[in-house]
């Protein structure tokens, strides 16, 4: 950049977009979105596999699924900032390359260390491409109706790939795990094919806040690498006690820069309002229940079942797939009903089904374990969409964007930290099906505590006591 940019006020275009494909743009919309949500998904049926291959204890398959998730949702926020700064397309392309590397990285890597690093390297990958997929459709797509459409089938993507996910790790798991990983690149020439029919994007001077996303990294990579190594360490242990140091003083960092900060991550004044505060605990929770499961429930299958790993990704399915059916029925329960109501029957739905799998006996045969698994899908799927709407609804128009960030970011770092804090618990039990009731009864309790929490929720539309 040149001094005269710097000149421009915050905010004012560098230059006008041209006008390109909007099938071109929902198409790279949607395969960006779909591999993103895919990896969240598709690796957790292969982790036994890794490590009979790469060897390794259950500390190190956890970096495998959290390496991901937490570079992912550490810079979600910055992701938004630098497609504003340097257009949405430029950033896609940024974000599907490094992406598309960093896969094939995993998918060669000749130990655990290296595959981590790579899985580290797609999450920053995916934080690129998941914020720029919607702005590119925002940008080629007009007309607000075919708009909406758009979006809609952009979220289907993502639907289809948690869907998918187990079933296709299990599949290529059975083959070889390094192919669940390089089948991005096909998939991510694709993507980058189709970008270049999109227009060029509008690009604004947006300042970066540096230390703020600085600390927000080192706070979250220190608690998840206490709560992971904790249990092998020992939770009184010199790295363990530093690390939970370290998280404190970055925390400290990050709210002071956003206090004080010119152009703050993350506006603090958003968390006054009560219906913003407990929308985004809901949202984490849901996800520390969501992940959760699925990681412990795929070392359940496989290390205590003696299940492969296709009929594990199968045994996933009735749960993963209600998540995509059931969310359009959630979005009529809402508007007939208000949020609260689907909301918090969602939470008490996926409360039910972790306490079946607590109460189930050891004896119980896997597909009637699969079975107790879809409550917990059927309450995901009931409780995100109104959360969203009512998060949405309770900030200014003009905040939607920096409200939506936020909300996927505690979303992501819910999922990280509850497979962070799940397979602590595996990690200190000597029997893996004690270990699974104790972290289960755990996040059902957790949850259930936000369900109540949650009731305390209002709809915007109606007069409330609240200061905004």
Known sequence: MTGETSTRPVGVATSRPASGSPRAALAVAMLGFFVVALDSQVVNVALPTIRDDLGGNLSALQWVVTGYTLSFSALLLFGGTFSERIGARRAYGVGMVLFVVASALCGLAPNLVLLVVARILQGVGAALITPTSLALIRQEFTDAAARTRAIAYWAMGG????????????????????????????VGVVA??????VGDSPRR??????????????????????????????????????????????????????????????????????????????????????????????????????????????????????????????????????????????????????????????????????????????????TVPPLTTLLLDAVPAERAGTASGVLNTARQVGGSLGVAAVGAVLASQADLLHGQRIALSAVAVLVAATAALSLTLHHPSRPTKETP
Not at 159 to 171: R, T
Not at 224 to 240: C, K, N, R, W
Not at 259 to 271: K, N, Q, S
Not at 365 to 375: D, E
Request: hydrophobic share 60%; net charge positive; proline share 7%.
């Open 159 to 186: 639907s289809v790939a948690a869907a998918a996910g187990p079933i296709l790790g299990g599949v290529l798991a059975q083959v070889d795990w390094r192919w669940i990983f390089l089948l991005n690149l096909p």
């Open 192 to 197: 980058l094919l189709a970008l270049s029919r």
């Open 205 to 382: 001077i947006v300042p970066f806040d540096t230390v703020g996303q600085v600390a927000a990294v080192v706070a979250l990579a220190a608690l998840t690498f206490a709560v992971i190594e904790g249990a092998d360490l020992g939770y009184g242990s010199t790295p363990v006690l530093v690390a939970y140091a370290l998280t404190v003083l970055a925390a400290m960092v990050f709210l002071r820069t956003q206090v004080r900060g010119a152009h703050p991550m993350v506006p603090l004044d958003l968390f006054r309002s009560r219906r913003v505060a407990v929308s985004l605990v809901a949202a984490f929770m849901g996800m520390v229940g969501f992940y959760g499961l699925v990681f412990v429930q795929g070392l359940y299958f496989q290390q205590a079942r003696g299940l492969d790993p296709l009929t594990t990704g199968l045994l996933f399915l009735p749960m993963t797939g209600l998540v995509a059916l059931l969310n359009p029925l959630a979005a009529r329960v809402a508007l007939r009903f208000g949020p609260v109501v689907p909301i918090v029957g969602g939470q008490l739905v996926l409360v039910a089904g972790l306490v079946g799998l607590v109460l189930a006996p050891a004896t119980t045969a896997p597909w009637a374990v699969a079975v107790l698994m879809i409550p917990v899908g059927v309450g995901g799927s009931f």
